[in-house]
């Protein structure tokens, strides 16, 4: 771990602290030093992959939606993970998406801002970027949002950065797709998604011809900028977006299968035509280089692919827990709703009298 100055926010408020980039993200804090709360919904709570003996911090379980100015009130930052997370699941209910992760999101800021929260970590996305092409894209690049998930990050942005002043510090982290091993892991996302198929299958399927670029970037190169987020000047990084990645983690869809395929050696590759996914984007990772020095990626995909496998060997993955509701966003709040757990809001019910 590299050496890092004394935390200049120390007490820190992590929602989805119980989420896949949480549950690697708040270990790392508490061993930088910070003070450390968490505050999660509570959604994926069932799905715990394996036990990495690490230490966490209290987690007060909330929906972000209901957290009001006096909750706030002595954090010095927040780093805002808590949303409906990708593109799937955003376009199964593209108004409730909007009501949580926009109007949501803004909420919460500015209640932080009202409280006297210095800085505002936002986990913002690269697919911001939506039908790019070939064609690199710089944060001064026009964005092209295809799904309800990604317009939600451009109007987040937009009206965080409308709050900006000396006092509140919001920083977006336009993080490339996610990939590696988390406690609290998911498998809707693609590296993990076809490490999975892989191990448990022995086939590696792809829905579309491959072709359509995507960054990606580990788990924890994504908590590493978050902490460089946390350290950074203000003057260098107040209202600014920074994508979250290294060049070298573009790759197209096939070419990710490829390096999947020679970790799980053995695993037959499956070609898929075009799905009608427009998605396809090139990124530059630049200007986090510039702005954020601290700041570089340790991890690439081989690397992250063969992590994979030595977990799944060890904790002996199988098909049923690989395909296990909990592991897939949009499978496990569809779970929790035909159950009666959740309303259509995703507001938890009252218990049932017994």
Request: charge should be negative; glycine fraction near 8%.
């Amino acid at each position: 771990m590299m050496h890092r100055p004394q935390p200049r926010a120390k007490r820190v408020l992590v929602t989805g602290a119980d989420g896949y980039i949480g549950a690697v993200l708040t270990p790392r804090l508490l061993a930088e030093g910070y003070d450390v709360t968490g505050l999660d919904s509570g959604f994926y709570r069932r799905g715990w992959l394996f036990d990495d003996r690490a230490a966490r911090p209290l987690t007060i379980s909330r929906d972000v939606r209901e957290v009001q100015v006096d909750d706030l009130i002595g954090f010095d930052a927040v780093v805002h993970l808590s949303e409906l997370s990708n593109d799937p699941l955003s376009e199964n209910d593209p108004d409730l998406t909007l009501r949580v992760n926009h109007r949501g999101s803004v909420t919460l800021a500015e209640r932080a801002r009202a409280a006297g929260v210095a800085r505002f970590v936002y986990a913002s996305s690269c697919s911001i970027y939506g039908a790019g092409g070939d064609e690199w894209r710089t944060e001064k690049s026009a964005t092209a949002p295809q799904t309800a998930y990604a317009r939600c990050k451009v109007m987040v942005e937009n009206d965080l950065r409308t709050l900006r002043d000396d006092r509140f510090t919001p920083v977006f982290l336009r993080n490339a797709t996610a990939y590696g091993a988390s406690p609290r892991q998911r498998f809707d996302i693609v590296l993990n998604n076809l490490c999975g198929l892989a191990h448990t299958t022995g086939q590696i399927v792809l829905t579309s011809d491959g072709s359509p670029w995507r960054p990606i970037v580990h788990v924890h190169d994504i908590c590493t900028a978050i902490l460089c987020a946390l350290e950074a000047d203000p003057q260098a990084v107040a209202g600014e977006a920074f994508n979250v990645g290294s060049d070298a983690g573009n790759h197209r869809i096939r070419d990710i299968a490829e390096i999947v395929g020679q970790v799980f050696a053995g695993s037959r590759i499956s070609i898929g035509t075009d799905g009608g996914d427009t998605r396809s984007y090139r990124v530059s990772f630049a200007n986090i280089r510039d702005h954020m020095p601290d700041f570089r990626t340790e991890w690439d995909a081989e690397r992250g692919a063969r992590q994979l496998k030595a977990m799944f060997d060890r904790i002996g993955l199988t098909e049923a827990m690989f395909l296990a509701d909990p592991f897939t966003r949009l499978k496990e709040l569809g779970h929790l709703q035909r159950t009666g757990q959740l309303d259509a809001s995703l507001f938890w019910t009252p218990e049932l009298a017994v």
